[in-house]
């Protein structure tokens, strides 16, 4: 059974996750069975099913038969999960310093195409609609179950961004805290309330409208822009223009255009950077904070064209060699 | 001249250093002569001194002429640096809403010697004695800077850690900001104070002595242990037992141990993983906090053997593969 760990200095968690490295050549690595990169041995590809856990959902034609091809969006449980939906969600004690919770929790995997080679940049836009209404759905269903807090949606895009398949593929974590740094960034966001009566998301979406100068593109009800203090070449962040603390909220009409934007601005990056790694998260509130004035949910683009190293690690700040507003005009101009 | 920008949602910091990438190919990469890798080519070795900025400190014989070969350690600024001591510390507008500094700071970088072919673990004990005098020597003085709020001291070994420079070498930094990061880790440990009267870091001190069970080593004045929250396998805690808030407060023969002390830990370590990559931080107050009973400096090194992925991003929470206690007791029965 996996851990939550506390460090009582820093109050951060992690996790302790045994069962994903067995051998000591495993160090960090989830276990991925050799060759499972080629299409050849793809556990995510169609005929391949019961390589799997048994899918949570899938997108397939009425009346086919479950954990068999077809489908076009598939959710399965992760094979080699960071935490486990069984045990509880009460703090323990270890002894009167050090505190632990068990390691519960739900860790998906979203595969996003029956194609092996398909991305998120370069698939028609029905399919990355299908991918969002998926994202939308196992969001909301997770987010219902009153044992967890966060629920953590995300996409690693090849090897430096820290994906171990390359069939294309989302997770989806939900965890039983709020992490230290999430909570940091949400009394952040309470802070700024408090000062200004406003939530400082909505303030900087319109002072973005207004300057112009790191705007990427802009759909009716989504701002897509390259952010002030950007921590890396390219950092891009998608918003809705109006306030909406978490991606619950959501409507099904809106979660197709949100599909739009994000495409959009997947395929621009691609183009613009010759399509590099990147890490895609989405930024929503607790699921007990779903409809709070202060947060406002996001998604985060994270190209991953620089190195974390000690500096970064040792202080917090990012080290960026591109002023965001030339990154901006790059995207702008770059045509898809 | 860089910029130091701060998120105004996150009260983030971000340097953007475009001087470290002029061309679109070089983002978010330090510019490295080609070919600096090789011993041929490489900047740091004797002989080549002028092809670094010159040096701010070395220890070289008597009577020796500064910028030349003869040398055992040799600190310079940094070629490529991500802030220049230039311009000054005051926060600036852009506008009502965002706000930035100009990017003063200093950064140089510690050769540890002139052999291109050495590392900290495997040096005799003398030679890692002389490169953590010139730690503590260059460390003293930047923190006598008045500018300056704090001073980050690293070492980043192997490619997956950053460095992007073979000849064995450490950096240092100094900032006109207190970080986010760094603040929230003083705010946790304040609260422990005021709540317990003691310092956490004490008190995880002396209940790793009592236990026993993630020990890796002891001197007279230092422990090593595994922390019970270690964020990946093989993290690794050094620290005085003696409270200290400050790095800045060892003497001459307390940095020899320490010397001693990593120098074994990384030999453990090297043995252990077989030459893994890693990042060693030391973590210290900020240097107008130089004593205070709250904090308490230390060293983490970090062996870079999982990828910080989506999850991480996104919760702040590392997974870690591997249980700390086995960690401490695979390291203790490393024989080196």
Redesign the interface.
């Known amino acids: 059974m996996p851990q939550?760990?506390?460090?009582?200095?820093?109050?951060?968690?992690?996790?302790?996750?045994?069962e994903?490295?067995k051998r000591p050549e495993?160090?960090?690595?989830g276990i991925v069975p050799v060759n499972a990169n080629e299409k050849e041995k793809c556990p995510f590809c169609p005929g391949r099913e019961s390589q799997t856990p048994a899918e949570r959902l899938a997108f397939r034609p009425y009346g086919s038969r479950p954990n068999s091809p077809g489908w076009w969006v598939r959710v399965i449980p992760n094979a080699f999960p960071?935490l486990l939906p069984i045990g509880n969600n009460e703090r323990q004690k270890?002894?009167d310093?050090?505190s632990y919770m068990e390691g519960m929790g739900m860790h998906e995997v979203i595969i996003e195409s029956p194609e092996h080679e398909a991305a998120l940049a370069t698939m028609d836009q029905k399919q990355v609609e299908e991918v969002f209404l998926a994202y939308r759905q196992r969001y909301l269903e997770l987010a219902s179950d009153k044992r967890y807090e966060?629920v953590?949606?995300?996409?690693?895009y090849g090897p430096a961004?820290?994906?171990s398949l390359y069939h294309p593929h989302s997770?989806i974590?939900a965890?039983p805290i709020t992490?230290?740094?999430?909570r940091?960034?949400i009394e952040?966001?309470m802070h700024?309330f408090d000062d200004n009566g406003t939530c400082?998301?909505c303030?900087?979406i319109s002072?973005e409208k207004k300057?112009g100068e790191r705007l990427v593109l802009e759909s009716d009800n989504y701002i897509v822009f390259e952010?002030?203090?950007?921590?890396?070449?390219?950092e891009t962040m998608i918003a809705p223009k109006k306030h909406s603390s978490s991606f619950e909220n959501i409507t099904t009409e809106a979660t197709k255009e949100l599909a739009s934007v994000v495409r959009q601005t997947l395929a621009k990056i691609r183009r613009a950077?010759n399509n590099p790694d990147y890490?895609?998260?989405?930024?929503s509130a607790p699921v007990h904070e779903q409809n709070v004035e202060y947060f406002h949910w996001h998604i985060q683009i994270?190209p991953r064209?620089?190195?974390?190293?000690?500096?970064?690690?040792?202080?917090?700040?990012?080290?960026?060699?591109?002023?965001?507003e030339t990154a901006a005009k790059f995207l702008c101009e770059t045509q898809i």
């Not at 953590?152 to 690693?156: A, D, G």
């Not at 992490?179 to 999430?182: S, V």
């Not at 952010?227 to 390219?234: N, T, V």
């Not at 890490?279 to 930024?283: C, K």
């Open positions: 939550l760990r506390q460090n009582p200095a820093t109050k951060e968690w992690v996790i302790i996750a045994t994903r490295a495993d160090f960090g690595r960071a270890c002894d310093f050090y966060m953590i949606l995300f996409k690693n961004a820290g994906t997770q974590v965890i992490p230290l740094h999430i940091n960034r952040q966001a700024y400082v998301y303030d900087m002072k300057t952010p002030f203090a950007s921590r890396s070449p390219f950077l890490n895609l998260l989405f930024r994270l064209v620089s190195a974390v190293a000690g500096f970064e690690l040792g202080s917090g700040i990012y080290i960026n060699t591109m002023i965001p």
